[in-house]
């Protein structure tokens, strides 16, 4: 199976800053044949299911926003929100789906400081 | 606006099997556009993908899970299901149902999970 290892477990930001979170594979999670990464970020709130936000490690799903970006290649993917916003607290997970079967990083709790 | 519901018992009793069902409605379901999948997630705890099931029927499991996973599809009730046998302490979890894209294990629209505790 494919390790997905988050950093940090946790984090606290001031409102209006930039948050990054990162996610390091145990291998490598870009397609050569298409030049993809399958690499994809959820937004996890207290008491909901995980939302999509980011797929091939960086394109936004529909209606999320702007502020929400992802970046990186091959084992090391960053999530950076731009400016947090209240409503941006929750847990984020990285996920690969490059391979079966699919796994999860353990997660980062975000929150205001 | 497609809409993914779990229901099933809440409480399962140590070495019996636990049933979920999925009912799929507001959206495309008999189509080999997606796939429908299990993942759980225990409490306090990060998520683990349980299996998947697409329209042909293929089923796909997590090998941690593989030899008591079994997942079935009822197109003409628009609803998948998960049966998890021989179930322990370490079974109680929330489990959610998801749409998967085409492409196996990216899952975009996800139910709202039901909690399942396994104990005497």
């Known amino acids: 199976d494919i390790v997905m290892t988050q950093s940090p477990d946790s984090l606290a930001v001031s409102l209006g800053e930039r948050a990054t979170i990162n996610c390091k594979s145990s291998?490598?999670?870009?397609?050569?044949?298409?030049?993809?990464?399958?690499l994809s970020w959820y937004q996890q709130k207290t008491g909901q299911p995980p939302k999509l936000l980011i797929n091939?490690?960086?394109t936004r799903e529909s209606g999320v926003p702007d502020r929400f970006s992802g970046s990186g290649s091959g084992t090391d993917f960053t999530l950076t929100i731009s400016s947090l916003q209240a409503e941006d607290v929750a847990v984020y997970y990285c996920?690969?789906?490059?391979?079966?079967?699919?796994?999860f990083g353990q997660g980062t709790k975000l929150e205001i400081k | 606006q497609l809409q993914l519901q779990e229901s099933g018992p809440g409480l399962a009793k140590p070495s019996e099997t636990l049933s979920l069902t999925c009912s799929v409605s507001?959206?495309?379901?008999?189509?080999?556009?997606?796939?429908w999948g299990w993942i759980r997630q225990p409490p306090g705890k990060g998520l683990e993908w349980i299996g998947s099931?697409?329209?042909?029927?293929?089923?796909s499991y997590n090998p941690s899970l593989k030899s008591r996973v079994t997942i079935s599809l009822d197109t003409s009730k628009n609803q998948f299901s998960l049966r998890l046998s021989s179930v322990t302490a370490a079974d109680t979890a929330m489990y959610y149902c998801?749409?998967?894209?085409?492409?196996?294990?990216?899952?975009?629209?996800w139910g709202q999970g039901t909690l399942v505790t396994v104990s005497s």
């Open positions: 099931i697409y329209y042909s029927g293929s089923t």
């Open positions: 996920q690969q789906y490059y391979s079966t079967p699919p796994t």
């Open positions: 091939w490690a960086s």
């Open positions: 507001g959206g495309s379901f008999s189509t080999s556009t997606y796939h």
């Open positions: 998801a749409r998967g894209q085409a492409t196996p294990g990216l899952f975009d629209r």
């Open positions: 291998q490598s999670v870009l397609y050569s044949s298409n030049n993809k990464n399958y």
